[in-house]
Nanobody
């Protein structure tokens, strides 16, 4: 089992920045690819970013490329999502997720989820 707890969400103006954190516990954190997803009201959960065991292997949704950066600190069992140049369309609940094997952009492939943290970008 892996337990995930997100933090760092909040209200920010357009163009602002936030850094989300996801603290993991329960199993060897460095064994798991990690990802961030988001879900806006009335919409399906969508992929944002992922990072594999090797911190050099990352993937991003086209909508966040160049603005968001995913990173992980295996010594702290934590994965981060640095979000810059935020837009109103980034407003959503952000979830971190973990799975075995290689990372994926498909929510159904992930076994473990956090409770989510709200990000609201005002125009």
């Amino acid at each position: 089992q892996v337990q995930l707890v997100e933090s760092g969400g909040g209200l920010v103006q357009t163009g602002g920045s936030l850094r989300l954190s996801c603290a993991a516990s329960g199993r060897t954190f460095s064994d798991f690819p990690m990802a961030w997803f988001r879900q806006a009201p009335g919409r399906e959960r969508e992929f944002v970013a992922a990072i594999n065991y090797n911190v050099g292997n990352t993937a991003y949704a086209d909508s966040v490329k160049g603005r968001f950066t995913i990173s992980r600190d295996n010594t702290k069992n934590t994965v981060y999502l640095q979000m810059n140049s935020l837009k109103p369309e980034d407003t959503a609940v952000y979830y971190c997720a973990a799975k075995s094997g290689w990372y994926s952009t498909v929510p159904a492939h992930y076994n473990y989820w956090g409770q989510g943290t709200q990000v609201t970008v005002s125009s």
